[in-house]
């Protein structure tokens, strides 16, 4: 059975930066893409970021460029997703997905391209 496990949410004040984890089970992520989410309250669900394991190529949203980076380690099977100069605006439930097969995305930041999800991690930005 495949899953996905987030982790790293915690509270951060602005400016500050965290590291949030995505380790995948069940399934090797090479060829995937593997996508990022977050929901924060009252706001739909944004895909924010995601990476092609196949060949390193990385999307970003225009709410996170150039502060977000995404990267991957086959070793642990884990997805990364590195947040600098966090806003309060970043505060939400970050979420991890992966799609039903392997090879590329049409549209890598829209959630009707995963199928399998984690649970979540909250971050909250605040002084």
């Known amino acids: 059975q495949v899953q996905l496990a987030e982790s790293g949410g915690t509270l951060v004040q602005p400016g500050g930066s965290l590291r949030l984890s995505c380790l995948v089970s069940g399934v090797r992520l090479n060829k995937y893409v593997i996508g990022w989410f977050r929901r924060a309250p009252g706001k739909s669900r944004e895909g924010i970021s995601s990476?092609?394991?196949?060949?390193?190529?990385?999307f970003y949203a225009d709410s996170v460029k150039g502060r977000f980076t995404v990267s991957e380690d086959n070793d642990k099977n884990t997805v990364y997703l590195q947040m600098n100069d966090l806003k309060p605006e970043d505060t939400a439930v970050y979420y991890c997905?992966?799609?039903?097969?392997?090879?590329?995305?049409?549209?890598?930041?829209?959630?009707?391209?995963?199928?399998?999800w984690g649970q979540g991690t909250q971050v909250t930005v605040s002084s």
């Open positions: 997905a992966l799609p039903p097969r392997r090879w590329g995305l049409n549209y890598p930041l829209n959630s009707f391209e995963y199928d399998t």
């Open positions: 990476i092609d394991t196949s060949d390193g190529r990385t």
